[in-house]
Nanobody, 116 residues
Framework: QGQAVESGGGLVQPGGSLSLSCAAS????????MAWYRQIPGKQRELVAR???????NYADSVKGRFTISRDNAKHTVYLQMNSLKPEDTAVYYC??????????WGQGTQVTVSS
């Protein structure tokens, strides 16, 4: 199914910003909508934001107005700009196609920790 490599996570104070990147293989990226997902230990992975090939976007209510998803089709890369971060945004962030394939494989993700 190909691979995705996420980067850009880290520790940030509440109200701060982070910018995530995801370099995806052509098999995942091409001709697919892409999305960012996140997972808190002990909880199910949730959809954060998604973007079509043409650039139309959709966001979870919890991040609307604070996060911005974008993509560079030439570079097979998806980005997530996160502003006004809150402690509840703390999670491991992953990217993958949208919708997911049954039995989809995942990269290692990137840890985002929002804490003072």
């Amino acid at each position: 199914q190909g691979q995705a490599v996420e980067s850009g996570g880290g520790l940030v104070q509440p109200g701060g910003s982070l910018s995530l990147s995801c370099a995806a293989s052509e098999s995942i990226f091409s001709r697919n909508s892409m999305a960012w997902y996140r997972q808190i230990p002990g909880k199910q992975r949730e959809l954060v934001a998604r973007i079509t090939i043409g650039g139309s976007t959709n966001y979870a209510d919890s991040v609307k107005g604070r996060f911005t998803i974008s993509r560079d089709n030439a570079k097979h890369t998806v980005y997530l700009q996160m502003n006004s971060l809150k402690p509840e945004d703390t999670a491991v962030y992953y990217c993958n196609r949208f919708p997911l394939l049954v039995g989809a494989s995942w990269g290692q993700g990137t840890q985002v920790t929002v804490s003072s």
